[in-house]
């Protein structure tokens, strides 16, 4: 594929409602964009890291700099063959796998137009549906809670997943599992706990929970496996999982028995496929987890959940959930199956809106090959 451009854009935009998890809450998105010129196609990609590197230690600005400086040079003068070939080109940055994921997926996306197949078939994918769930932040009170979780059921999603943390998870589980006593129900805790909070963890198992996401801390397996031996429900890890062999090493020890695979927590497609492989072999399931993307990074979500070991209900959900106006075209939909259909033309299978993401657009730095 030779490069002719690459285009870093910062585009800022307000969250239909805030998002709040155990590491602070979020009203506005500043997201760093990514397009790909080559061969007159145009390839997307969506960094994840967030305004503040409170999830992972990337964030927009870091991702700005080692994308500008180092890895869209690297690109640029590789012209890589294809998706694939980017982790070898961007080998010798250490880290900062959401900056390369925004660079990789973009090289995807192209591939995928260029070969004219769907990005999900590109991937490897098998599904024409995806099983969809709600991510629900901690709110600021249960009746605003109950109404959310309400609204998500009658718009058919499969699971709900409630973010915890100390304070905000046992009395909320029990109001929650009163009124509803058999759906889907797991909870999230982005390592808002310790080791000494086992036997409270514990205590989740009565309210039967699908699993427990990153009870931990976010760098660990080892203290998740000592606490998963006294769980009956199952761990899923996020955080932890940087690659592949951290997924090897989590499933040998069983500090986890579900796997959430974010394609920029791994730093790719790439690196996602081989995590969904490896998991797979070992009988483990996984599913698409979110970073309260625009629709490119959701289509991009939506393609690798069509790989066939993303077994249960992900966080990859509805546009609307989200945004008054997404930068795609059409808005990703949930039928009333809780399903998103996998696009079956060639490409991501949702038109950008250029025109629209150029009036948002606060930033813009141009690296050409
Ligand atoms: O831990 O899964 C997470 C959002 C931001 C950062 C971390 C997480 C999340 C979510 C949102 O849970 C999922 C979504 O995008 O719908
Ligand atoms: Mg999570």
Known sequence: ???????????????????????????NRRILLVELKAEGYTGWGECVAGEHPFFSDETIDTAWLVISQELAPALAAADPEHGGKCHQIFGNVRGHRMAKAALENAVWDAEAQMKEIPLSVLLGGVRETIPCGVSIGIQPTLEDLMREIEQSLAAGYQRIKLKCKPGWDVKVFEAVRNRWPDILLSCDANSAYRLRDSDHIASFDQFRLLMIEQPLWSDDFYFHSMLQKRLETPICLDESIRNRRDALAAIDME?????????GRVGGFSEAIAVHNVAQERGIPVWCGGMLETGIGRAHNIALSSLENFTLPGDVSASSRYWAEDIIEPAVTVNAQGEIAVPDVAGRGYEVRADLIEQLTVRKEEIRA
């Open 255 to 263: 500090s986890c028995q579900i796997i959430n695979i974010k394609n």
């Open 1 to 27: 594929m030779k490069i002719d451009s690459i285009t870093l854009r910062e585009v800022r935009m307000p969250l239909v409602k805030p998002f709040e998890t155990s590491f602070g809450k979020t009203t």
